[in-house]
């Protein structure tokens, strides 16, 4: 499973970008599809996570995104979206999607990662 991350720039704070994750190759493989960040200096974590696997999409988000992230799936298009609304500047990160066999996500869980894509929030 090969996976690419797009959608990242430059966002003053408040604005709002739309990154999308396009998910290539065996893509029976997996079950789940996260996106993580890793800001500089610090360890990546996990921001959001989507089962692709079960008709109804079982979704989790980490505690500083809630109600202003929000991921969703085309599973026709094999691409799970992360949109992301009133951006704060401790948002600044590299935005990487990566997918599981698991039903869930986790740091040290995920099977397939993409590349990382920028997300850089200043004024």
């Known amino acids: 499973v090969q996976l690419q991350a797009s959608g990242g720039g430059l966002v003053q704070p408040g604005g709002s970008l739309r990154l999308s994750c396009v998910a290539s190759?065996?893509?029976?493989?997996?079950?789940?599809i996260g996106w993580f960040r890793q800001a500089p200096g610090k360890e990546r974590e996990r921001v959001s996570c989507?089962?692709?696997?079960?008709?109804?999409?079982?979704?989790s988000y980490a505690d500083s995104v809630k109600g202003r992230f929000t991921i969703s799936r085309d599973n026709a298009k094999n691409t799970v979206y992360l949109q992301m609304n009133s951006l704060k500047p401790e948002d600044t990160a590299v935005y990487f999607c990566?997918?599981?066999?698991?039903?869930?996500?986790?740091?040290?869980?995920?099977?397939?990662w993409g590349k990382g894509t920028l997300v850089t929030v200043s004024s």
């Open positions: 990566a997918a599981t066999t698991r039903s869930y996500c986790t740091l040290s869980g995920m099977d397939y």
């Open positions: 190759g065996f893509t029976l493989d997996y079950n789940a």
């Open positions: 989507i089962s692709i696997s079960s008709s109804d999409a079982r979704i």
